[in-house]
């Protein structure tokens, strides 16, 4: 499977400020998602980062407050702004890996753990 | 109805049992199907998917009912090392994959 990083693992920051997240992939993907998973609960889609076009939020979530680029088909980002210690949790991207038999199997990098203050 | 339900447990099971845990889902337009596992503190990692037919990998079983819209996961011969959270995981289609919450297995020596 594909093989995805996420800069930073971790980080602490005060709210009003705001966080960008880095997801690079090893391969070519087309399908790169960015998702949240809050303590003690799974894992809830944000949005789905389209290459050379807008991301596609999914409900309750905004541009505004969660902007995303996907500048190619190895790389994106999520911005965490204006962050409220509500913010707090951990934001994982995750690819499909068109190498695998099922287009549809997501791999999942290894997080980043958001602590507002 | 949510859309993907799981006993959120623990189980606490000795070492070397069998253990099982179903997911029931409400969409009954789904097509695929998985397990996933996370560790504590980790990223999900793809244990299994589920076939119509059921499937098999070492000591993990997955069945899938569709008539009764649910999964299983059987885990036999159990190791102190399949202490984890299960997420059972469904495709609505549209590349949109809904997350249980998971079931926590603990294995007791």
């Not at chain 1, 902007?67 to 210690?85: D, G």
């Not at chain 2, 596992?37 to 000591?59: A, F, I, T, W």
Request: aromatic share 10%; glycine share 6%.
């Amino acid at each position: 499977s594909a093989v995805i990083s996420q800069k930073p693992s971790r980080d602490i920051c005060q709210r009003g400020t705001s966080l960008t997240i880095q997801c690079q992939v090893d391969s070519q993907v087309t399908m790169m998602f960015w998702y949240r998973q809050q303590p003690g609960q799974s894992l809830t889609l944000i949005a789905t980062a389209n290459q050379g076009s807008e991301a596609t939020y999914e409900s309750g979530f905004v541009i505004d407050k969660f902007p995303i680029s996907r500048p190619n088909l190895t790389f994106s980002t999520l911005t965490v702004s204006n962050m409220s210690p509500e913010d707090s949790s951990i934001y994982l991207c995750s690819v499909e890996d068109a190498r695998t038999a099922s287009t549809d199997t997501q791999y999942f990098g290894p997080g980043t753990r958001l602590t507002v203050l | 109805r949510k859309e993907v339900e799981q006993d959120p447990g623990p189980f606490n099971v000795p070492e070397g049992a069998t253990v099982a845990f179903n997911c029931t889902y409400s969409n009954s337009a789904s097509q695929s199907f998985f397990w996933y596992r996370q560790d504590c503190r980790k990223e999900p990692k793809l244990l299994m998917s589920v076939y119509s037919s059921g499937n098999e990998d070492g000591r993990f079983t997955a069945q899938l009912n569709r008539a009764s819209q649910y999964i299983s996961l059987l885990i036999r011969d159990s190791k102190l090392s399949d202490s984890a959270t299960y997420l059972c995981v469904v495709n609505i289609g549209d590349d949109k994959i809904i997350f249980g919450k998971g079931t926590r297995l603990h294995i007791l020596p």
